[in-house]
């Protein structure tokens, strides 16, 4: 049977690791992979992680089935993280997933029980893996023109006109913070103005939030998402805790449904429980366990935002060191650095460009020009700054 099978394409991400790793160089950089590093070159277990471990294997007694929807105290607790304070969080419900990844997939299957025929606008471009999940769950994809790729920010007024199209057999992607791969963010405004047309036309918003903490802070990146939530009738989000609790490996996500009452959100609820039944059936535990100690107590919770925050405050200074290294070079060309929020930037460079970034300077950037801020080093800025003007020349 499997002679039959072509070989899988490599994952463009995957194999540039494995090339930086062969490579000799001592000055090579990894601005590929999105994770975040701190200033050794580490991705840390954040204390609060450490310390809710600790609690966990000291008080464990069994290791059984928890239940299809995880850890309930986790799924309150992504509620509550995103949509305290809205009148969303009365009529939401929330199944732990694994990763934002399986809540992609559970919702966009839960899209296509509901109505087959939708489309999912997602933003050009957007994460590398929207299209794909959307297309296996059934669904057709369209893009909404969304970076601008000279001012290397979001385009609204063509983005806005494009979901004019939008209506009932329509789904809106958006990120809810800190885009993969541009870093450019939609303003309030921009919010406030899709959540209108989404009432006027009748599309339903998907948002994306695997970034929370990461750009303008933990509340402050949510209010576009809460706006939004507030407002529509239903929409759906996706949500991660691998990037701002660390636990990327242990798999830790939400699937959040709004509906127009508590019941429909429960109803979906009870459907993504039968999707997951037949594909995973239940999210691995220790992540969410972790997550749910972390929120249940108070002393972790500030330890765990004050960690959070020190990582967010770093990722700062190194796009306003990067945006200053390449000015003291006499360039003010990636100046729009500083404006990008989270972990990555879209730099602009071809890529023709981004291959001269690697073979003449060691530095591994993603074909489409993104670089991951959080992976630089502070003592390697004036090395960056200097290879991305040479190679923009
Ligand atoms: N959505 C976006 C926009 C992402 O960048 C990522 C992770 N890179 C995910 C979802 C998936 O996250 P997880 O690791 O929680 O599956």
Redesign the pocket.
Known sequence: MFKQLTEAPQDPILSLSIAYRDDPRTEKMDLGI?VYKNSDGVTPIMKAVHLAEQQILDSSTTKSYVGLAGNEAFNQSMMDLLLIGTSAHSRAAAVQT???????RMLADLIYLAQPETTVWISDP??V??KPVMEAAGLKVKYYPYFDRVTKQVNSEAMLHALEEAGPKDVVLL?GCC??PTGADISFSDWQAITELANKNGFMPFV????QGFGDGLEQDAAGLQHMADNVEEMVI?T????NFGL?RE???AAIVVGDSLRQAQKARGRILTLARSTYTMPPDHGAALVATILADDALTQSWKKELNEMNQRLLTLRSGLVKAVRAQGSDGFDFIEHHKGMFSVTGLSPKQVARLRDECGIYAVGDGRINIAALQEQQMDYLAKALIAVSN
Request: glycine content about 14%; proline content about 4%; aromatic content about 10%.
């Open positions: 999105g694994p990763g934002a990844s399986g809540a992609l957007s994460y893996n929207h990120h885009h993969n994306d939030i695997a970034y996706a991660s805790c691998s990037k990327y798999r830790t996500g």
